[in-house]
Nanobody
Framework: QVQMAESGGGSVQAGGSLKLTCVIS????????MGWFRQGAGKDREGVAM????????YYADSVKGRFTISRDRAKNTVTLSMNGLKPEDTGIYYC???????????????????WGQGTQVTVSS
């Protein structure tokens, strides 16, 4: 059984940076597509970035392109989200997410996610 644990959340001012890490344990080969979603207060959960392990292809929400970078380290069994140029609208709970059997279709659709982490809070102040 796959377990996921997020870390790295916190509070920063607008323009700052944070790095989120998801440590994955268990049969990770079952989940070839992994990444991050977020949910702001009173908002729906939305896809932020996903990573397809077979090709290292990445998917990003338009709102974070050019600011966020997702990466996966197979040796360490981690998925990392590096966030730069943070904005107040990036505030929310960030969830590590895993999807099987494929990233596509709809890699950033929360309804297609197979497993969720517990989440970590990110707060960006203006």
């Amino acid at each position: 059984q796959v377990q996921m644990a997020e870390s790295g959340g916190g509070s920063v001012q607008a323009g700052g940076s944070l790095k989120l890490t998801c440590v994955i344990s268990g049969n990770t080969w079952n989940f070839p597509c992994m990444g991050w979603f977020r949910q702001g207060a009173g908002k729906d959960r939305e896809g932020v970035a996903m990573f397809r392990s077979s090709t290292s292809h990445t998917y990003y929400a338009d709102s974070v392109k050019g600011r966020f970078t997702i990466s996966r380290d197979r040796a360490k069994n981690t998925v990392t989200l590096s966030m730069n140029g943070l904005k107040p609208e990036d505030t929310g709970i960030y969830y590590c997410a895993a999807k099987t059997p494929f990233c596509e279709p709809r890699p950033l659709d929360p309804d297609t996610i197979t497993k969720w982490g517990q989440g970590t809070q990110v707060t960006v102040s203006s």
